[in-house]
T-cell receptor, first 113, second 116 residues
Framework: GENVEQHPSTLSVQEGDSAVIKCTYS??????FPWYKQELGKRPQLIID?????GEKKDQRIAVTLNKTAKHFSLHITETQPEDSAVYFC????????????FGTGTRLQVFP | DTEVTQTPKHLVMGMTNKKSLKCEQH?????MYWYKQKAKKPPELMFV???????INESVPSRFSPECPNSSLLNLHLHALQPEDSALYLC???????????????FGPGTRLLVL
């Protein structure tokens, strides 16, 4: 069935370092890939998304890359700050199904000062 | 108004109780979603409403009953829940819904439900 694998499950970095989270999706027809950040006790918040007609998208310290051939997409956070600490979820749209997203299992990012 | 709101924030109920969760958005979105999220897990889709009609039911037990009275409101009626139903219930909305449209979903803050 459709699924999204996400790695790593936990990631610890020093403030100022970069962090990379990787996801792999199964259905080559998926065309929309959002990333959500969820702080403890809070709602998931969209931080960046990418569509299949684009290979890379950047927003300040955050970037997402998409490799359609390999069915991989990655989140890159540069110059990490303690407030980046949260759980990050990737997701992929499910083709042939009304706006359904399949979420990855999440990555807990800890940024140490 | 650019947010999805949910009430109540917290709810404790017994297994024989009937309660309702409420979700509201005033962004003109025509698709609304209910998700269930257990601790340390991703959101799990329960229902999708598209243009006030139920378009997806992810084989959710009948003790959960969704309702979409109008394009801005979404309710989830709860009856005879089990302790394992304790979770964070998230509502989300998107501008439109359709096959592989890929519209951004915006989440509400959730209702933290505890079933005793």
């Amino acid at each position: 069935g459709e699924n999204v694998e996400q790695h790593p499950s936990t990631l610890s970095v020093q403030e100022g370092d970069s962090a990379v989270i990787k996801c792999t999706y199964s259905d080559s027809a998926s065309n929309y890939f959002p990333w959500y950040k969820q702080e403890l006790g809070k709602r998931p918040q969209l931080i960046i998304d990418i569509r299949s007609n684009v290979g890379e998208k950047k927003d300040q310290r955050i970037a997402v890359t998409l490799n359609k051939t390999a069915k991989h997409f990655s989140l890159h956070i540069t110059e990490t700050q303690p407030e980046d600490s949260a759980v990050y979820f990737c997701a992929a749209s499910i083709p042939r199904n009304t706006d359904k997203l399949i979420f990855g299992t999440g990555t807990r990012l800890q940024v140490f000062p | 108004d650019t947010e999805v709101t949910q009430t109540p924030k917290h709810l404790v109920m017994g297994m024989t109780n009937k309660k309702s969760l409420k979700c509201e958005q005033h962004m003109g979105h025509r698709a609304m979603y209910w998700y269930k999220q257990k601790a340390k897990k991703p959101p799990e889709l329960m229902f999708v409403y598209s243009y006030e009609k139920l378009s997806i039911n992810e084989s959710v037990p009948s003790r959960f009953s969704p309702e979409c009275p109008n394009s801005s409101l979404l309710n989830l009626h709860l009856h005879a829940l089990q302790p394992e139903d304790s979770a964070l219930y998230l509502c989300a909305s998107s501008l439109i819904a359709g096959v592989n449209v890929g519209e951004t979903q915006y989440f509400g803050p959730g209702t933290r439900l505890l079933v005793l």
